[in-house]
């Protein structure tokens, strides 16, 4: 079975503090995914990487980063929180031809 | 520009049938996929559709027509734990980078 784990499953940070989100994935997959969950807004993509050290921004890359140094792992970086990052994080993975396979997600709140 | 359209919420009965509808418009097509989602989870995939037709899958079948732009997910013997929401999503154009285009989802409720 596929299995993508993300570091927390809550989180509560202060505005303008550094903010890591870590995803791993153990199925060999070259293309990983962060998005944000909101009510009425459905997922929406951040940014995503299709091989190590490649990433391309989504549609709403402003006020976030990311790495991916190896191929299991990709961060989401809030390079200074903001109340309006407050939300469901959710990362997945996949092959080229295949479904994409989500993580359990993690709830931040910036207070 | 790319869009995908599904009801908000849709509400049933257990042991009835009910159909969640689709529409796309996305530059390219590269499969339809169907995810169901719990409160509080991730989403699953429930379903992949890349060619015309239906695709069964034991309680849940998938349709797709290419040329309308249109797909319907169809629960069959509804039970209280499909209550959950159901997203549509396409992959918007051919290649290898797996991205996907999500629509908003469709909360369905099971009722006794």
């Known amino acids: 079975d596929v299995k993508v784990t993300q570091s927390s499953r809550y989180l509560v940070k202060r505005t303008g503090e550094k903010v890591f989100l870590e995803c791993v994935q153990d199925m060999d997959h070259e293309n990983m995914f962060w998005y944000r969950q909101d009510p009425g807004l459905g997922l929406r993509l951040i940014y995503f990487s299709y091989d190590v050290k490649m990433k391309e921004k989504g549609d709403i890359p402003e006020g976030y980063s990311v790495s991916r140094e190896k191929k299991e792992r990709f961060s989401l970086i809030l390079e200074s929180a903001s109340t309006n990052q407050t939300s469901m994080y959710l990362c997945?993975?996949?092959?080229?031809?295949?479904?994409?396979?989500f993580g359990p997600g993690t709830r931040l709140t910036v207070l | 520009g790319q869009n995908i359209d599904q009801p908000t919420e849709m509400t049933a009965t257990e042991g009835a049938i009910v159909q969640i509808n689709c529409t796309y418009q996305t530059s390219g097509f590269n499969g339809l996929f169907w995810y169901q989602q719990h409160a509080g989870e991730a989403p699953t995939f429930l379903s992949y559709?890349?060619?015309?037709g239906l695709e069964e899958k034991g309680r849940f079948s998938s349709f797709l027509s290419r040329s309308k732009g249109y797909s319907y997910l169809l629960l069959k013997e509804l039970q209280m734990k499909d209550s959950a929401s159901y997203l549509c999503?396409?992959?918007?154009?051919?290649?290898?980078?797996?991205?996907?285009?999500f629509g908003q989802g469709t909360t369905l409720q099971v009722k006794p």
């Open positions: 559709n890349v060619l015309d």
């Open positions: 999503a396409v992959g918007p154009r051919s290649g290898n980078t797996g991205k996907l285009i």
């Open positions: 997945a993975s996949t092959t080229r031809l295949d479904t994409q396979y």
